[in-house]
């Protein structure tokens, strides 16, 4: 029928039975042409409708798309040329044939129909069709066919088709300028050009070429990295993923329920049973009644523990379910695809060893090796991307899921998980889902390999092959065991890692007292045990590794091995020939990628499982429920409690009981009671943070609150005190005045815009209360929820507060206040108090009413005020806010908790950067009113310029662009030459054998052709066998030994950069320690160092095994085919060009997403802490919003990450399918000089070398971000050193035997860039003298003690002890024979007897007097362990009062001839006090002691006294004489209330 169609032979086989073959003409024309046709035709209507639906606004006409439009235009006008000559022409045959004007006319409609699609595109954003570009595509292949024919039949001289063939070949022509346009992109408006590729860009990732070609001219940073699409932002996503679960947790808690309801029927029914029996036996029933509940208690625990199940997998596979179906397609193609290699390898080996075969059969194979190696590149690639993006967008999900959950959690919900685990949650297990969801097709793809793997290779060898497949088997559960072992080494590892960290921390913490004691030696040999322990079972872990190393190697040699020998062995007439061998080979090198990785998965999804079920209780528990509060704007009350009861736990009685509260709008309310009394839970009830019990609370308006325990957000003051809110530069500064914040900005650098740390670090504890009401008064609220936030602050402070913000003219009057107080003073001046006592309202009314009634409150007032003695006005004397006695109830509640830190902190942090300028106008002290003043009209700073010092924390250097070569320099000289040199060299010797072995069996599988089935001989055949194990097992030695030696050489390298690293950080001078984060300097010895023991010794072994790989690989292809060189050249150029290009986007790629990661759960833990404060100001939208636009920044680093890697990817795969495909040329090209043999092995190689090229780069960037590590210690490593600790000149022995200190005209700074701390100090102290050292914070008193231990080197001037100068001897010399007892008391974890003589140098008597003396004897012998007690991490496990106590026996171990004392301050109680002052007059009496005073009773019998003032001495002489003269320390007594030097009482 077709014949007459064209009225030519349609088809005949014999036209490819021929040398040089042909397609007939009428085949070409309608098969070959209809094909694209039927295609384009059967998609274009559903792209049509497609484009209609999606359709955005018009876009603009650009040149691309109207060059495409009049190529198009131009091949309508070709098509109707030749319809016209179809029908004009007179071919001298009777009809023309059919075909000649009905493929015009089917021509004609379809480049109309190809203009409408390439119109209708301009209203989508995606301007160029896919399926255009497919059908280009097609046409051309198709058309290539038609197109030699012709030019075969003009070349034979036949010109009767000569018009048909020119404009055939302009069509053509145009077809081909048309599939070159739509290669390019239109330019895109949005911020993502991915959405705009074209095609064929997109399919090669070519769109993202721009980007590493910015990344490789200099380093990227996030405004380089492009925002993600809109579908795949958190916002989305996650109101996607909340539609899907809302179903699926429905149907859990359904499930839930009906469980619940199960256990309690059980739990019923035991009872009843139980009850039965026991009837009779009366007195017994008591005691089984108690068993009983106990029971009941357990069971109704168990029932809790439960929670709603199996939701959150279906949840995500419902959200990312056509994402799973794209990759499912893809891998399921690509493995298909994975098969036909093995097939055409056998048909090529097969082409070469026929001497028949025509040679267009070989090019075919070639070609067709490629395409399908091209194919599969583009399936696995994009199958990669899906996942990887999938595997990005639940990570997303999961982050943002929990953040949004934390703000609604209910708190007995939120009770059973820290901040750390719930950090944890969004960081750890989102992360193990995004690892499962970018490897979950494995779980079936691998089967599927396995199978089919099986399958092909029974048909090449028959059940030998089984021998080979259960050697695999065999040596599943041989290193199942292996990896068990490993694990339990690794769990003891991370035991001493966490002990090291540990103490490191604590040496980090308490580094001044390690200094001050010279005690860093002692400390650094517990480390170096530690170390050694850790590295012990480093080495163990390596060895294991490397026999797991070795079996891997191991099993496809034995594999190969064994099943040949097997297949030769069984039948004498199996012989083993090319195909079979070198088919088997690929075969089984598939075979090995899904053993090897299927047991990995399964691991990966077992721990996955048990990140979704910590997940699926999270994210299913209870949400707050605040139906109890109702808000009522007519309301007549600004808070009404009706018979309201509240409990924090269900499982607990109520909290708050059955309370009945008005509270009348703008009136300010006090609410008293002992500590315990309920007082918080009342002011959490009306937030509605507890749970209701019966009753409601109703509310009218807005609320603010402040937290009993400030919360502050690491930002800067003024962020804080905005929270969110307009600025009003007015409001703003009255509220600065109001919260008595102006003289703290005075003191802190950049005033408002200082930048606070973490959790408020660099502030005191009065300062974060202060900044926190700031914040509250700031919001303009109608109630105000104020928990107790003058308990933080000093008295004075506390007064102007009260006065200016909550009193009764302050800024809140006329707004309703709820304050919780212990400061009685305050009372008579609120509207109404409200006494709470055991949950319950006990009384309420004015203080007047209160007085009269004599009742509980009255009772109190009386005993609190006859301990609290007259108000004195308070002085400006201190920047530390102290707890003066007067009027403040001093209770528990009150001392700031962690005040040791609190005060260790501000020292460092403040006094560095105290401005002086507002105060060293007068010279004595003011009171603060007064100071008040002076400072508002202070001048203010503009907010650009940045002040020294503000940024109290450096920067930290985050390194761009490559690694210095000096690094990798440095880890080799650490892992040692000759290590290196012997790995290298059995690493080549391993790439010889393996030559050697590919070269044996083509040799054996030559012997076919030689003998026949019948007459091989048996001991040529063993020989075979024999030599090709032989060398296979050498293989495996070679790379066992050369890992094993390595193993050593990396172990030493860690030892030692650990070694330097600590040495150096030891020896750091103590300003290095002010202005590093200790998290910074822990980073160091946590992540870097694990990096260099684990993960960089890997990198390495496995970047020199690709190498030398790939170099052996390509010498036996150029071995076989010389002309391969030629090739390899312009390969290897692409091939690096590639590679370094990458590399350099890649690493710093990898650097953004871990800058950008950080933020977000920072962000999170601090939500999780301020929970209470955001939910009372109702800021949840924004705080979401925030960190939606956190995730979204990280989301955006991790996607041009993913596409970087598929970008290289797909090069090199191109690199690596180039590489196949020129060998095959070669192949068929050099057929007459090859055998078969020589085809297999060549090409079985060249198909491995793909992956092996993919891995070496990734090897190779790995390297390079691991290396980084050795790069960040060695920053450490050369920190600049204190002066050496022992030097050639020692001090006499029994120096200072008198005790006498000079200061000659001595000057100090704490910093170089900073002012002078000591302004020229000259003063001579006296053997033996008592000397009191007073003055103003920031006059210089701790710098005097920082300058005799040396913490602080001199800037000019000298101090000498007993005439020695003391700059002229080591640090320890100096260090270990003066004493300090400090102001915080600082001790470490380990044993009292360590914390008192780290060194044991002393004599357990010797330590027992010392305990003695320090009035600590008793406690110590207390205890069950006495000397060998352990001491918690600093200190908790022991009072303050005790651990002051255990620093002065410290001090009394030690005696030294000058002991100095920080005075401390908030930290005992007057008993301890009244006990250290007494030993240290009898214990000390024959020393020199210096007292650093806060108070200046403790300094009144002192011989002499010295007033410091800006760094300057201004009165020196004994206490008698200065009271006489009336200077500045007469004006600090008169306001201390001292009088005569005897006044020395309490």
């Known amino acids: ?357 025509y040679v267009w059969t070989g090019y075919i194979f070639a070609i067709l090796l490629f395409v399908v190696a091209l194919l599969q590149s583009f399936c696995l690639q994009w199958y990669f991307q899906y996942c990887f993006m999938m595997g990005m967008s639940v990570r997303s999900t999961i982050m943002a899921a929990v953040y949004k959950k934390a703000l609604t959690l209910s708190n007995s919900a939120r009770r059973e998980y820290t901040v750390g685990e719930t950090v944890n949650l969004m960081s750890v297990d989102a992360q193990k889902l995004m690892d499962v969801a970018n490897y979950i097709h494995l779980l079936w793809s691998t089967t599927v390999q396995i199978i089919l793997s099986i399958y092909f290779l029974w048909a090449e060898l028959g059940p030998s092959i089984f021998v080979g497949v259960g050697v695999l088997v065999l040596l599943i559960p041989f290193n199942a065991a292996l990896v068990n072992k490993n694990k339990t080494v690794q769990a003891k590892n991370m035991k001493n890692k966490d002990k090291r960290l540990k103490i490191m921390n604590e040496i980090l913490s308490g580094i001044k007292i390690l200094k001050y004691f010279a005690w860093e030696p002692s400390f650094k040999n517990q480390i170096y045990n530690l170390r050694k322990k850790e590295l012990k079972n480093l080495l163990t872990f390596a060895k294991v590794q490397s026999v797991i190393m070795f079996i891997l190697f191991l099993s496809p040699v034995m594999v190969s091995v064994t099943t040949f020998s097997v297949y030769v062995l069984v039948d004498s007439n199996n012989v083993l020939d090319a195909q079979k061998a070198f088919t088997s080979i690929t075969l089984f090198n598939i075979l090995r990628f899904p053993l090897g990785m299927l047991p990995m998965v399964i691991a990966s999804v077992l721990q996955a499982s048990v990140s979704t079920e910590r997940l699926e209780k999270y994210l299913g528990g209870d949400d707050l429920d605040t139906s109890a509060i109702r808000h009522d704007p007519s309301s007549d009350k600004a808070v009404k409690f009706s018979e309201a009861s509240f409990t924090w736990d269900r499982d607990t009685e109520t909290t708050i009981r059955d309370v009945n509260l008005d509270v009348t709008p703008g009136h300010l309310v006090a609410v008293v009671g002992t500590v315990g009394s309920g007082k918080s839970s009342l002011m959490s009830a009306i937030l509605g943070e507890m749970e209701n019990v019966h009753g409601h609370i109703t509310i009218k308006g807005t609320i603010s609150y402040v937290p009993q325990q400030s919360w502050i957000q690491n930002g800067t003051i003024k962020d804080n005190i905005l929270f969110g809110s307009e600025f009003n530069e007015k409001k703003y500064q009255q509220v600065l005045e109001a919260c008595a914040l102006l003289p703290d900005l005075e003191i802190l650098p950049g005033r408002d815009l200082a930048e606070i740390g973490e959790k408020g670090i660099n502030l005191s504890g009065g300062q974060k209360q202060r900044i926190s009401l700031a914040r509250a008064t700031y919001q303009n609220s109608d109630t105000y929820i104020l928990d107790d936030p003058l308990s933080a602050v000093d008295a004075h402070v506390g007064k102007h507060i009260f006065n200016k913000v909550l009193g009764p003219n302050g800024l809140l009057k006329g707004k309703t206040r709820l304050l919780v107080t212990h400061s009685i003073h305050f009372l008579p001046q609120v509207d109404e108090i409200v006494v709470v006592g055991n949950g319950t309202i006990l009384e309420k009314g004015s203080y007047s009413t209160l007085m009269a009634d004599k009742g509980e409150f009255a009772k109190n007032l009386k005993t609190y005020s006859k301990q609290s003695g007259p108000e004195e006005e308070a002085t400006v004397n201190e920047g530390s806010e102290e707890e003066d006695d007067d009027g403040l109830v001093t209770s528990i509640e009150e001392v700031p908790e962690d005040a040791v830190s609190l005060t260790m902190k501000r020292e460092n942090s403040l006094r560095r950067t105290l401005s002086r300028r507002s105060r060293s106008n007068s010279r004595h002290l003011k009171s603060l009113r007064s100071s008040l003043k002076t400072q508002t009209t202070g001048p203010k700073l503009k907010a650009e310029e940045e002040v020294k010092g503000q940024k109290l924390i450096k920067k930290e250097f985050l390194e761009t662009g490559k690694v210095k070569f000096s690094i990798y320099m440095k880890y080799l000289r650490a892992i040692g030459w000759w290590s290196m040199f012997f790995f290298i060299l059995l690493n080549m010797l391993n790439s010889v054998a393996f030559i050697g072995s590919n070269l044996w069996l083509s040799a054996w599988t030559n012997d076919s052709k030689t003998y026949n089935s019948t007459n091989y001989p048996a001991s040529q055949r063993d020989m075979r066998v024999g030599v090709y194990g032989a060398l296979g097992v050498a293989q495996c030695v070679f790379v066992f030994l050369g890992n094993f030696l390595s193993i050593y050489g990396t172990t030493h390298a860690s030892n030692i950069l650990h070694k330097q690293l600590l040495n150096n950080i030891l020896r750091a001078p103590m300003r290095f320690f002010d202005t590093t984060p200790t998290g910074r300097i822990m980073n160091r010895f946590a992540g870097d160092i694990s990096t260099v023991d684990e993960t960089l010794p890997y990198t390495l072994r496995s970047w020199v095994l690709c190498l030398l790989g790939i170099i052996s690989t390509l010498v036996m292809i150029c071995v076989a085919t010389p002309v391969f060189i030629v090739i390899i050249i312009p390969l290897t150029i692409i091939y690096l060009s590639v590679q370094v290009f990458y590399v350099a986007t890649s690493r710093q790629l990898r650097r953004l997403d871990s800058v950008s990661r950080s933020p977000v759960y920072s962000h999170f833990s601090e939500t999780v802490s301020g929970l209470a404060v955001i939910r009372a100001l109702g800021h949840q939208q924004r705080f979401l919003k925030l960190n939606q636009v956190g995730i979204d920044n990280n989301q955006k680093c991790v996607f041009s990450w993913i596409i970087s890697n598929r970008w290289l990817a797909f090069r090199l795969e191109l690199v690596g399918n180039l590489i196949v495909f020129f060998s095959s040329l070669l192949m068929v090209i050099y057929k007459s000089t090859l055998s078969g043999d020589i085809v297999g092995f060549v090409l079985s190689n060249a198909l491995n070398i793909t992956q092996t090229l993919n891995w070496l780069v990734r090897m190779t960037s790995e390297m390079e971000t691991n290396i980084v590590a050795v790069e960040r210690i060695n920053e450490y490593i050369k920190v600049e050193n204190e002066a050496p600790w022992v030097t050639d000149k020692r001090p006499p022995a029994g120096w200072p035997s008198k005790g006498e200190i000079q200061f000659h005209n001595y000057e100090v700074r704490y910093r170089p860039e900073l002012d002078l701390v000591l302004k020229g100090i000259t003063c001579d102290i006296k053997s033996m003298e008592k000397i009191g050292v007073v003055g103003r914070t920031g006059a210089g008193k701790s710098s005097l003690t920082n300058c005799l231990f040396r913490i602080l080197e001199a800037a000019g001037g000298q101090i000498t002890i007993d005439g020695l100068d003391i700059a002229s001897i080591g640090l320890h010399d100096l260090r270990e024979k003066l004493t300090i007892i400090p102001q915080d008391p600082v001790l470490f974890s380990g044993t009292l007897r360590m914390n008192l003589d780290p060194f044991n140098s002393y004599s357990d008597e010797e330590i027992w007097k010392a305990l003695e003396l320090a009035h600590l004897k008793s406690f110590v012998s207390g205890l069950q362990l006495g000397l060998s007690h352990e001491v918690t991490e600093a200190g908790d496990n022991l009072s303050i009062g005790q651990r002051q106590l255990l620093c002065l026996g410290r001090a009394l171990l030690r005696k030294s001839k000058i002991l100095i004392m920080d005075e401390a301050t908030a930290a005992v109680d007057l008993e301890t006090d009244h006990l250290i002052q007494a030993t240290i007059r009898s214990e000390f009496s024959h020393c020199t002691v210096i007292t650093i005073a806060h108070r200046l009773h403790t300094i009144m019998d002192s011989d002499k006294v010295m007033v410091l003032d800006n760094g300057k001495i201004i009165e020196f002489g004994s206490p008698e004489e200065l009271l006489k003269n009336s200077g500045p320390f007469y004006f600090m007594a008169k306001e201390s209330g001292i009088t005569n030097s005897n006044s020395t009482a309490f």
């Not at 599939?179 to 769109?207: D, H, Q």
């Not at 579908?231 to 993923?241: E, P, Q, R």
């Not at 029996?277 to 017994?284: E, G, I, P, T």
């Open 1 to 357: 029928m077709l014949d007459e169609f064209c009225n030519s032979t349609f088809w005949n086989s014999s036209f490819l039975d021929s040398p040089e073959p042909d397609l007939p003409l009428c085949f070409e024309q309608t098969v070959l042409v209809w094909i694209p046709l039927i295609f384009l035709w059967l998609l274009a209507p559903w792209q049509l409708i497609h484009a209609y639906k999606s359709r955005v606004s018009k876009a603009s006409i650009t040149k691309l798309y109207v060059a495409k439009q009049v190529l198009v235009g131009l091949l309508l006008i070709l098509a109707v040329i030749e319809l016209v000559f179809a029908l004009t022409e007179d071919t001298g045959q009777a009809t023309i044939p059919a075909i000649r004007y009905t493929n015009p006319s089917l021509y004609l409609v379809t480049w109309l129909l190809v203009l409408l699609i390439q119109h209708s595109r301009q209203w989508c954003v995606q301007k160029n069709a896919w399926f255009l570009s497919i059908f280009w595509i097609l046409s051309i292949l198709c058309g290539t066919f038609q197109l030699q024919t012709l030019i075969r039949t003009l070349l034979q001289g036949d010109n009767s088709n000569l018009t048909y063939s020119c404009l055939f070949f302009i069509f053509y022509a145009f077809q081909i300028l048309i599939i070159i346009l739509s290669g390019f992109s239109e330019k895109s408006s949005s911020n993502n050009p991915s959405t705009t590729a074209s095609f064929l860009s997109s399919i090669t990732f070519s769109w993202f070429d721009r980007v590493v070609l910015k990344g490789y001219k200099e380093p990227l940073t996030l405004e380089d990295v492009w925002d993600v699409d809109d579908s795949i932002k958190t916002k989305s996503l996650l109101s996607k993923f909340e539609a899907n679960s809302a179903g699926e947790l429905q149907k859990a808690r359904k499930a839930f329920q009906k469980r619940r309801q199960k256990k309690s029927q059980q739990n019923l029914e035991a009872t009843m049973n139980g009850l039965n029996k026991n009837q009779s036996q009366s007195q017994d029933v008591l005691v089984m009644e108690e068993t009983k509940k106990k029971k009941k208690k357990s069971k109704e625990s168990e029932i809790r523990k439960d929670f709603p199940r199996s939701w959150l997998v279906k949840t995500l596979f419902r959200t990312f379910r056509s994402q799973l179906l794209k990759g499912f397609l893809l891998k399921l193609v690509h493995d298909i695809l994975l098969f036909l290699n093995p097939q055409l390898l056998k048909l090529l080996i097969a082409f070469s060893n026929d001497p028949g075969a």
